[in-house]
């Protein structure tokens, strides 16, 4: 019964903001799926209460700068509860980039009613993810990121954000997508080319990771195989991007022989959480519970908060006061 929108953009956060069309509900009351009373009471209330504001993150993401984009949907936000005159108020939430009580404390500051973290829950003991991809999580500067070709979009270029260090997929990766552009199938790729992507990637063969994509997609969408009998191209979409499944998949296995080829998603924020982690016992990737985590971003918040309110009514606050160190809760 409860929609959680995550946006990074003005006009999809309006759609979740508004009511449902009236259109769309008398659709839903002719097919028997609303009562009348109810397409009236959705015409009261925003599809969702409950947006997310999404910046710079791991995974796919718009790359927006949360100082942007949350005011705008903030008013945004305000406008269509005047507008719509809803009896309750639309909560307004702020994800990516929150690595550290300062980024924390800026998006509440900003009027976030709750902060959502992603790239450093990856890091977590409870991820999933194996411990070697979160020890090279707890490597990982701010600028050991880099945009990559999605697997589930592949063919139209849509890109995702992943960790850069200690790791060889950005570059791999990006090279099948510009090898895509270039080529219309397997066959027409050049002798050096194609067995230095079987030496790096596709080990043994390539006609031999195309068996393997082929059996997976006659068991689980034959059409696939079909076209890809009457468009080589589309052949070689389905093999690359079965890398890129894969690649995924060795990271939460831990699979050693791939570790050059982990795909982890992860935003700047993993790098600032380092940042501030070093030296503290938030450092050890064992040591990164998801209730640690979350206890001191958020215990660190309100303590920077607190001395910023105090510095603004005319208290000396030293700068330590706006430094605080991740300690163990009990």
């Known amino acids: 019964h409860h929609v959680f929108a995550k946006i990074s953009r003005a006009e999809l956060a309006q759609m979740f903001m508004s009511p449902a069309p009236a259109a769309m509900l008398q659709k839903l009351v002719q097919a028997g ?3 009348a009373t109810e397409a009236e009471l959705a015409a009261r209330v925003p599809l969702a209460e409950d947006i997310t504001v999404e910046s710079d993150s791991g995974g796919h993401t718009d790359q927006q700068a949360l100082g942007a984009v949350f005011p705008t949907i903030l008013s945004l936000r305000d406008r269509l509860v005047e507008q719509y005159q809803y009896a309750r108020p639309i909560r307004v939430g702020a994800a990516g980039g929150l690595g550290a009580p300062g980024s924390v404390a800026a998006a509440f500051a900003m009027g976030a009613a709750y902060v959502l973290t992603g790239s450093v829950n990856q890091a977590c003991v409870e991820s999933g993810l194996h411990e070697s991809g979160r020890r090279l999580l707890a490597q990982a500067g701010v ?3 880099a945009m990559v070709p999605a697997a589930d979009m592949f063919e139209i270029g849509v890109k995702l954000q992943v960790l850069k260090k200690g790791t060889m997929y950005p570059s791999r990766s990006s090279k099948l997508y510009e090898i895509y552009k270039q080529y219309d199938s397997l ?3 050049p002798v050096e080319l194609k067995q230095r992507l079987e030496r790096e990637i596709f080990s043994p063969s390539l006609e031999s990771w195309w068996e393997a994509t082929r ?3 006659l068991e689980r969408d034959p059409s696939q195989v079909e ?3 009457r468009d080589p191209k589309h ?3 389905l093999v690359f991007r079965a890398y890129l499944g894969k690649a995924s998949r060795w990271a939460i296995s831990g699979e ?3 570790q050059l080829d982990y795909q982890i998603w992860c935003g700047p924020a993993m790098g600032a959480f380092n940042d501030w982690a070093r030296g503290t016992f938030l450092e050890a990737p064992e040591n990164r519970s998801v209730v640690q985590v979350a206890h001191n971003l958020l215990e660190g918040a309100a303590v920077i908060t607190r001395a910023g309110q105090l510095r603004s009514f005319g208290v000396p606050i030293p700068p330590s006061a706006f430094q605080f160190i991740p300690r163990p809760l009990h």
């Open 33 to 35: 799926k609303l009562t």
């Open 143 to 145: 600028a050991d990121v």
């Open 227 to 229: 076209q890809a009998a």
């Open 256 to 258: 050693a022989s791939r």
């Open 235 to 237: 052949q070689m979409a």
């Open 187 to 189: 066959a027409q790729l």
């Open 215 to 217: 059996e997976f997609w």
